[in-house]
């Protein structure tokens, strides 16, 4: 089901879609509804559910994941993220490590951008994922 939720939750993003939690009761909102297509809508109905418990699983990563995530979100055009964007383009050798990590995943049966990724990591992928995590936290506070 998993497939069918990021598939989803990428052509909400795609459209401009902005889902957020509300602080105060804690349901998902989704902003910007009008610019996404009826169809899409209509399939995020009935998986609504399965996207609250995704976005609640992304919420609960660490920090860490959560870096890598939104790298592949913008990897995969789903998002835009000027900090990601910015520090990929400008430190080449966290472009090259976050290549590495994908080709890990790809080698442990990661074949599907829709899948999500967490359950292909091995220890190799797991080295890699915290050498790219503190590179973008040296390039955050300035440092390379």
Request: proline share 2%.
């Amino acid at each position: 089901m998993r497939v069918i939720v990021l598939f989803v939750l990428s052509r909400i993003w795609k459209f401009g879609g902005i889902i957020e939690r509300d602080k105060n009761d804690g349901q998902l909102e989704l902003k910007n509804h009008q610019n996404i297509p009826n169809e899409v809508l209509k399939a995020a109905d009935p998986i609504f559910p399965e996207i609250d418990a995704y976005l609640k699983s992304v919420e609960g990563m660490s920090a860490t994941d959560k870096t890598l995530w939104k790298m592949i979100t913008v990897f995969a055009g789903w998002q835009k993220n000027d900090s990601i964007t910015n520090f990929l383009n400008n430190d080449s050798v966290a472009l090259n490590l976050f290549l590495d990590y994908q080709a890990k995943l790809n080698g442990n049966g990661w074949h599907d951008i829709y899948e999500d990724w967490r359950q292909f990591e091995n220890d190799e992928s797991t080295k890699l994922k915290n050498e790219i995590y503190a590179r973008a936290v040296a390039f955050a506070k300035g440092a390379k």
